[in-house]
Nanobody, 125 residues
């Protein structure tokens, strides 16, 4: 069970950090991802991190602005969002890859099967 925190309303150019925590003892075995869902759009991908923490992958629109990280000792994955834009608005979900110890990082939501409850991020212009 993944619990997301860090809900917020910020102005464009501002920053926000989201956290996603689980009590599951297998957290450190899975790649983790963040997926925003904006009204009227499909759920998108923004970032993923390997189970080791040693590799990350971002969608082009957030490169240089968002940073995904994880602390396996705390069973927590983070998404630091800087220079926020109104188009970043949406409900942000974290998710765990469906396969443990996957070597490659995947951006498709279909590859993830454990989802948090989502948290609202609103960026005003």
């Amino acid at each position: 069970h993944l619990v997301v925190s860090g809900r917020g309303l910020v102005q464009a150019g501002g920053s926000l950090r989201l956290s996603c925590t689980t009590s599951g003892h297998t957290f450190s075995s899975y790649n983790m991802g963040w997926f925003p869902h904006a009204p009227g759009k499909v759920r998108e991908f923004v970032a993923t991190i390997k189970w080791t923490g040693g590799a990350t992958y971002y969608t082009d629109s957030v490169k240089g602005r968002f940073t995904i990280s994880r602390d396996n000792a705390k069973n927590t994955v983070y998404l630091q969002m800087n220079s926020l834009k109104p188009e970043d608005t949406g409900v942000y979900y974290c998710a765990a890859d469906s396969r443990a110890f996957r070597v490659v990082l995947l951006s498709s939501p279909a590859a993830y099967d454990s989802w948090g409850q989502g948290t609202q991020v609103t960026v005003s212009s």
